[in-house]
């Protein structure tokens, strides 16, 4: 079976935690997607440094009013919740997500590259 794209992983991922999948903001899709990333790869034994995990409690101290539309309502349920949904959704997928973004037209660009690679 072929390779479904990471763009495409990631963001099925990151849906996982919206109250809307289907059509959410663009700042929560973006929110979901970096919460995601920080996720995928911290099932793969790589986790973000502290100084990011930091950022991301300062944003949820500063921006409350984002958790009304996802379904975890802190940072700690939030990863946890697509920690979980990357293992049930790609419990064999191995891909280091290397930078991850969202486009102005929606669409998700990543690149990545297999764990244990250099």
């Known amino acids: 079976m072929k ?5 495409e992983a ?3 991922v990151a849906k996982t935690i919206l ?5 959410p903001p663009a700042e929560i899709a973006y ?6 990333h920080v996720a995928w790869n911290g099932t793969l034994g ?3 440094p502290p100084t990011f995990l930091d950022m991301l409690h300062r944003f949820e101290t500063a ?8 379904k975890p309502q802190n940072v700690e349920s939030a990863l946890s919740d697509l920690s979980s949904a990357k293992k049930e959704l ?4 191995c891909r280091e997500i290397l930078k991850c973004q969202l486009t102005p037209e929606g669409k998700v660009k ?5 764990v244990g690679s250099s």
């Open 19 to 23: 109250k809307n999948p289907e059509n």
């Open 10 to 12: 990631i963001m099925h």
């Open 63 to 70: 921006n409350p009013s984002v958790w009304k539309q996802l």
């Open 3 to 7: 390779d479904i794209p990471i763009s």
């Open 31 to 36: 929110l979901s997607l970096l919460f995601a």
């Open 90 to 93: 790609y419990p064999h997928d």
């Open 46 to 48: 790589l986790n973000a």
């Open 110 to 114: 990543a690149e990545w590259r297999m």
